[in-house]
């Protein structure tokens, strides 16, 4: 789960992690009351789940309180698209207005999961700011890494070390050192996925004198881990979420929408992602990632259904479960319920193997349904696409009957 910059900001502050003074504001009118109490030169910066924002125009410069007003006006209500939202955008409901600093420097610093070494991976750049991604694209001798062991957790010598080949400056070390701690225990205490400051920025504090400021913020969480922060938890916004993934978030489904013509719906992550290579092995493109949960029942499995059944672009549904906890009858049922609720014409496949599928196969078989049954994953892979064709052959028929 991602949260917006002000809500990260918020626990930066929490943490001791230096951020600009900034308010939000939902209208033009709160935005230029903002500006006032805050006293320009301001940043407006539209407030989405994505980064890329300045380059989309979601950052504007205004340097008194009527501008800051028409600033938020113009973004307020709009449809943001960056590079990293894609065509369809997200929608800006809030602005964070941001006192403007004098900038001598940018640097990058991120904390995220590293599954592979099973460690949490520091990464920092002396090229800080829009164009990091080509900076580790062109020049990744410009990014350094350190892997955490979460049994030791970071070390300050590791902080110095990275200060060093990034070109912290020798007096800004020790708060770099600080900067770094306070993140990695934010990132351990509050169940993160990741934590980006980009850039973190050499800027001059109030008495004249050189400091690091954390000028943009991500954060995002483990949603698995959500259960023991409820804090966290409360600050997810819906609406910055894909509609079909919030719905399924709120199901407690796990699901990515990928924009093939074959509908997945599987339990188990590992057998998601078999079921994903098996359709691309037999020439069709995934819709959908989806892992029901191993404790999946009739309503879980409806509503699974009926959400693939909403995504746009789908031919056929391939349903594949290997049940050991998972009851696949329930599974069966939850199928057999979404299908008579929709009446849907598209093929549907289904390999249910396991816990009650004896009693799942028969289930289907008199429900009297338009599913086919396979033995197999490679089976029913290859039976969904030899299904597509064929009703695709038969629209393109003239006078095909539909």
Do not use: W
Not at 82 to 101: F, I, M, N, S
Not at 108 to 133: F, H, K, N, P, T
Not at 339 to 367: I, K, M, W
């Amino acid at each position: 789960m991602n949260i917006h910059e002000y809500q990260a900001k918020e626990l930066f502050r929490q943490y001791g992690i230096p951020v600009p003074d900034g308010l939000t504001a939902a209208t033009p009118e709160e935005a230029e009351s903002a500006a006032l109490r805050l006293g320009g030169p301001l940043v407006v910066k539209a407030q989405v789940q994505a980064g890329g924002r300045g380059q989309a125009g979601g950052v504007k410069l205004v340097r008194t309180p009527p501008e800051a007003g028409n600033a938020a006006a113009a973004l307020l209500g709009r449809v943001l698209r960056t590079r990293q939202t894609g065509a369809a955008g997200k929608p800006v409901h809030q602005v964070l207005l941001e006192k403007a600093l004098d900038i001598s420097h940018e640097y990058y610093l991120s904390l995220s999961i590293d599954s592979a070494a099973e460690q949490v991976a520091l990464v920092a750049s002396g090229e800080g700011g829009m164009d990091i991604e080509e900076v580790a694209a062109g020049r990744p001798e410009r990014i350094c890494r350190v892997n955490i062991d979460p049994f030791i957790g970071l070390r300050a010598y590791q902080l110095l070390e990275l200060a060093g080949a990034i070109g912290i400056p020798p007096s800004l070390k020790r708060q770099f050192t600080s900067i770094g701690l306070a993140l990695y225990r934010l990132f351990t205490e509050k169940d993160c996925a990741m934590l980006e400051i980009n850039p973190l920025a050499l800027v001059e504090n109030g008495e004249g004198k050189p400091a690091l400021v954390a000028l943009d913020a991500k954060a995002g969480f483990d949603a698995g881990a959500l259960f023991r922060q409820p804090d966290i938890a409360a600050l997810r916004d819906r609406a910055q979420e894909p509609p079909l993934e919030a719905r399924a978030f709120d199901a407690g489904l796990n699901y990515v929408s990928l924009k093939g013509n074959i509908g997945c719906l599987v339990i188990g992550a590992g057998l998601a992602m078999a079921t994903m290579d098996a359709i691309k092995l037999f020439g069709g493109e995934p819709g959908n990632f989806l892992d029901c949960g191993s404790n999946s029942k009739t309503e879980d499995s409806r509503e699974a259904f009926e959400i693939i059944l909403a995504e746009p672009g789908i031919e056929g549904i391939l349903v594949n479960v290997f049940g050991g906890i998972t009851q696949t009858d329930l599974v069966a049922a939850g199928v057999i319920e979404a299908l008579r609720r929709h009446r849907e014409q598209l093929p549907v496949v289904v390999r249910l193997e396991g816990t009650g599928s004896a009693e799942a196969n028969r289930l289907l078989l008199d429900s009297g349904l338009n599913v086919q049954l396979a033995g197999s994953l490679t089976e029913g892979a290859e039976m969904i696409m030899k299904l597509v064709a064929s009703q695709k052959g038969r629209k393109s028929r003239p006078g095909a009957m539909l």
